[in-house]
Every structure is written in structure tokens, then in C-alpha cells.
């Protein structure tokens, strides 16, 4: 047997899915066999379940760290099933855990189903949760301040910081995730019993959020992780900038969906961009 | 003319009769170290403490920006730094991951650590990745591709890597010969340094029953760049690697029988789970110190 075939056997035996009690399947007890040898304690079965449960339960605990406010928006068995479901037919694809969720969007909307009655309110959480990890650890460029912005024009391009993400959604679940942010960090010296039934009186408070359009962008100051809430026209500004566009033809995007006065528009864009400039969203273009 | 002589003796020049440092950790000899964790951020910006050098995870640090980077720029200002990976595989038959590599050699350029270690395992398929560290069948062909991918990831790295051996809870029927005989396959093979873990030694020796000094007797000590020491979990029919304990005095035993065969070599400690203090852990680590021998004392011109 070569090294890449007793690879490819074994990587199948400990990443198959678990049974409902955690255990490996007695349908890989031939397959172990004829990989691993017993001791006199073990049988290869046996020995194949350390690693397995090992794999298992440290992907889970890593999308689970990931993604609460989609656990808390589904409910933890749920969240458990859709998990499992994802991480089998999608296991990791790169060296780091940190990734481990970067196919979660997609797959769900392609499972629906592990969303239950849920999917709107769950792609909007993976979205935001995923937008999360990206804000946290992202590349960031010299940001440009509003010394930087003194004169604009409509030939003016700019760009904006790859760590931060323009949200559309139909959900507020930022609320959803910060009050889930709270509860952990409230709940980090309460007994088990106290956090179990405090979570499950928050998981079904939000599990009845009400739809609200929200604009959302996601982005990092000084090393913390901020969410904030955009008008809809200053997300649409936003958002044609982030596509390449220069200032002016931005801004006529972003006015033929608008019910801005035309005497408002300076003043607005003027105030709007002195506050990206502030929270350090902008850079060059083209760099 | 005569000189006055003084004494020069510091963690840093520390050497020992037996065994200087070598090319496998840049010619360096660190001391006594501790995995730089989360937990201890605040008491170490706080406090300060004099540590002989830190281990980073790599992984941990291979980001584009924000709070990890921030964190370790500020640690490298005051403290030495090795750096540590988790999921290069050098094992695993498919190539190195450029992406990987790309990112580590940043991050090598950025802490400059003189020497850099990994696991002798796979973990991953076809680009699928376990995050695991898998045992390696203990084959010839095993061997040879394993060495193959230490030799490329140096090259391409630019620094002196050590492989680790690591915890095992699982034997393959293909095996042609023990860890050991693997182990010192690999290293001579790829001409690259060990990272001993006697820990590690420790654990697969109760789980496969072996004798551990039969494991430490056979490595080759001019090629030890580094020890790791730890805790583990034992479990009623095998023990697990869970750095999550104190270090069992067998396994100081063994760190003992090492340090007599490689000489004194840099340490650390490796405690990633129920982590206590700060000071807890390095009170841990610094146990190792009653082991190492005493330092050579340097004259050094006034």
C-alpha cells in the first residue's frame, strides 16, 4: 500500500461522520482493521474513534466559536445537525481553522432545509458572522484621513479597507449577535446550570426577531471588531465606491434610487465622507 | 599585558561542556520557554515578566492584520520568539501548500526566529485538512517523502526547521521499522534538527509499550535543537496528549536523560488547555532547570 492510498483510507475513516452517540460507525471496523493495529487494550476500531472523535469534536467546537449567533438564531441542536451536515459534505480547505466556515453562506443556501423555518434569518447571521472573521484579521491599507479628502471631485476614486464589509439584510441580527456576545461574557463565571437556562430564555427571544432592513458595515479600529449601522443611501454610496466606481459616477448610482433633495446632496456626501475618513475607511484606489 | 577577566554568564551565552548549540536551532541557546497563550496577554503587557523566550503557533499569526499582529509586534519589542506550526504536514503524501508557505515565510521575516519546528505527522488529503496530527506509517517510502518536503520548505523558508515527534495513539500494519528508526530516517535524510518531545515519547510509549529510554537512547543527539515538556490525560485503556496538566515526574525523568545525552538545549513548556497563571505555567517550565546542567562560565576580557 502506498503512503497516499493508506492516506486517503485512513483521512476517510476518521473524518466519516459519527453515529448519534458520538461513536465511530461498526461499518469501518473492517476498513481499521486492515489499517491499524491492535494492542492489548485496543482494538483498531477502537484506536481509529480516539481520532476520530478527536477531528470531529475540534471542527464543531471551531464552528461553533465561529458562528454563535447562528447557533443562538437556530437553537444548538439544530445548529448541531447543520454542523455536522456542512463540515461532512464540506470539510476543511485550507491549513487554517480560521476558514473553516468561508463555505458555510453557500452551502446553507444550497441545504435550506438545516435552516428550518429560519433561512432568512440564518444566511443574514452566517453573513454577518463570516463578515466578523474577515473585519478581525483582514488586510488593512494606509487609511486616507480628511486631510486627505479636501478636495473632491466627481473624477475622485477611492477605496475601501478590505477588512470592512457592506451588510444588506433583512434581519437586525447585529443586535442578535452582540447581545449573544454579552451573554458569554456575562456568563463566563455562572454555573453551567445558570448559563443552560439563561441561554435558552435569549435563544428563544431571538428565534422570534422580527424582519427589519438593515445596511450594515462590518470593520476593524484599533484592533477591535466595530459593527455600524448605514443609511440605505450611504451604504448604496459605499457599496458603488467598493465596485471601482469614480465619485461622481458613484454618486449618480446611488441618486437614481434616492429621494435625496438635490440641496441636501453636497452638505451629505460631504459629512458622509468625513466620517469614513474618520473611522479609517477609505485608502487609494488601484493600489 | 595583562587583562582583567570577568565573569559572563547569561541565558542567552549559556552553553554546555557536552553539547553546544547547533546549526539545526541557529547556533542559539534560548533557556527555559513558555507557549505564548492568550490568557497570559494582559499579566505579560501588564508585568512584564522576564521570560527566556516564547513559542508562538505559526497558524495563529499567518493573518493580514489586526489584533494577533498587533499583539505579537508588541511581544517581539521585549521578548525572543520561536515560532511553532501546526499544520505544515510534512508527512502527508500531497505537496506543500504554497499559500502556506508564503504566509509562514512572512511571519519568519517578521519574527526572525532563529529556527522553526513542525510535526513529524500528516494531516491532510487531497486538500482536505484534519487539523490533526496524524501518526506516519513508519515506511522507507514515508520516510523519503517526508524528508523530501523538509528539504523544500527549507529552502524555500530560508531558516533551519526541527521536526517534532508526536503523540500517537494508533499503529499501522504497513510499519517497516519503529518510530524511532523512522524518526532518525527522516532527520538524516532531510538533514534537518529534532524538536524531542519527550512528553510525546512518553505517551506513545504507554500506548504502543515501549521503553521509552530505548526511544531517547536511539535519537540522534547532535540533532536535537529543542525539548518540549508537558502534561497529558490518562485515560483507563490509554493516555492522551492534552497539555492540560502539570508534568508527571516520569517524563522528568526522561527530560533528564535527555538533557545528559543532548546537553543543555532550549526547553519549553507546552500548556494549551485549563491554562492557569502566568506564573503557574512559568513556575512549570522553569522545573526544567534543575536538569540542565550549570552554565559554562565565559571569560571575557574586561
Known amino acids: ?287 | 599585558m595583562r587583562l582583567t577577566q570577568r565573569l559572563c554568564v547569561s541565558a542567552s551565552n549559556r552553553t554546555s561542556a557536552g553539547m553546544p548549540a547547533n546549526s539545526f536551532n541557529g547556533f542559539t541557546n534560548y533557556g527555559v520557554g513558555i507557549g505564548l497563550r492568550i490568557p497570559h496577554y494582559h499579566h505579560i503587557f501588564q508585568h512584564q515578566p522576564v521570560v527566556d523566550w516564547f513559542e508562538i503557533i505559526s497558524e495563529n499569526f499567518m493573518v493580514d492584520g489586526g489584533r494577533p499582529l498587533a499583539v505579537l509586534d508588541q511581544i517581539l519589542e521585549r521578548h525572543r520568539v520561536v515560532q511553532h506550526g501546526v499544520s505544515m504536514y510534512f508527512g502527508s503524501a500531497e505537496p506543500l501548500n504554497r499559500e502556506h508557505l508564503r504566509r509562514l515565510k512572512t511571519l519568519v521575516k517578521r519574527t526572525k526566529t532563529p529556527w522553526l519546528t513542525d510535526h513529524l505527522c500528516w494531516g491532510s488529503v487531497d486538500g482536505r485538512y484534519t487539523h490533526d496530527l496524524l501518526p506516519m506509517p513508519y515506511t522507507f517510502e514515508a520516510a523519503e517523502v517526508t524528508a523530501r518536503k523538509v528539504r523544500e520548505a527549507r529552502d524555500f523558508l530560508e531558516v533551519p526547521i526541527a521536526v517534532e515527534n508526536v503523540s500517537s495513539y494508533a499503529e499501522f500494519h504497513v510499519s517497516e521499522m519503529t518510530e524511532w528508526e523512522f524518526l532518525n530516517e527522516v532527520v538524516e535524510r532531510a538533514d534537518c534538527g529534532i524538536l524531542l518531545d519527550v512528553n510525546n515519547i512518553y505517551v506513545s510509549s504507554q500506548n504502543h509499550d515501549f521503553d521509552p529510554f530505548e526511544y531517547l537512547n536511539a535519537v540522534a543527539p547532535e540533532r536535537v535543537a529543542q525539548i518540549h515538556v508537558a502534561g497529558h490525560s490518562k485515560y483507563e485503556k490509554y493516555i492522551l496528549d492534552t497539555h492540560d496538566h502539570p508534568v508527571i515526574d516520569p517524563v522528568w525523568k526522561l527530560y533528564e536523560h535527555a538533557i545528559a545525552r543532548v546537553g543543555a538545549t532550549a526547553t519549553l513548556l507546552e500548556w494549551d488547555d485549563r491554562i492557569p497563571s502566568f506564573d503557574e505555567v512559568h513556575a512549570e517550565a522553569r522545573k526544567a532547570e534543575r536538569y540542565l546542567p550549570a552554565p559554562v562560565e565565559t571569560l571575557v576580557p574586561a
Open chain 1, 1 to 287: 500500500m502506498t503512503l497516499a492510498e493508506l492516506q486517503k483510507r485512513t483521512a476517510a475513516a476518521i473524518m466519516a461522520p459519527l453515529t448519534a452517540s458520538d461513536e465511530v460507525a461498526g461499518t469501518w471496523r473492517s476498513e481499521a482493521d486492515a489499517l491499524i493495529k491492535a494492542n492489548s487494550r485496543l482494538q483498531p476500531l477502537e484506536r481509529l474513534e480516539i481520532y476520530s472523535r478527536s477531528y470531529w469534536f475540534r471542527v464543531l467546537d471551531c464552528l461553533y466559536d465561529d458562528f454563535p449567533g447562528l447557533s443562538a438564531a437556530l437553537g444548538r441542536r439544530a445548529f448541531n445537525r447543520l454542523s455536522r451536515a456542512y463540515l461532512t459534505e464540506r470539510p476543511s480547505q485550507s491549513f487554517t481553522l480560521r476558514n473553516l466556515g468561508e463555505g458555510l453562506e453557500a452551502w446553507l443556501r444550497a441545504h435550506p432545509q438545516f435552516a428550518e423555518r429560519h433561512l432568512e434569518l440564518a444566511l443574514d447571521m452566517v453573513r454577518l458572522e463570516w463578515a466578523h472573521i474577515e473585519a478581525y484579521d483582514g488586510p488593512a491599507r494606509k487609511p486616507l484621513g480628511p486631510e486627505d479628502l479636501l478636495e473632491l471631485g466627481p473624477e475622485l476614486r477611492l477605496s475601501l479597507q478590505p477588512h470592512l464589509t457592506l451588510l444588506e439584510l433583512k434581519y437586525p441580527v447585529d443586535d442578535l449577535r452582540i447581545a449573544v456576545n454579552q451573554f458569554v461574557e456575562e456568563h463566563d463565571s455562572a454555573s453551567n446550570a445558570v448559563a443552560e437556562r439563561d441561554k435558552h430564555r435569549t435563544v428563544r427571544r431571538y428565534r422570534r426577531l422580527k424582519p427589519q432592513a438593515i445596511h450594515l458595515a462590518v470593520y476593524r479600529a484599533e484592533d477591535s471588531v466595530w459593527y455600524r449601522r448605514l443609511e440605505t443611501d450611504e451604504y448604496r454610496l459605499l457599496d458603488a465606491l467598493r465596485q471601482g466606481l469614480p465619485m461622481g459616477e458613484a454618486i449618480e448610482m446611488m441618486l437614481r434610487a434616492s429621494a435625496i433633495a438635490e440641496q441636501q446632496l453636497g452638505g451629505l456626501v460631504q459629512e458622509w465622507y468625513a466620517g469614513w475618513a474618520r473611522m479609517g475607511w477609505l485608502c487609494a484606489a488601484g493600489v
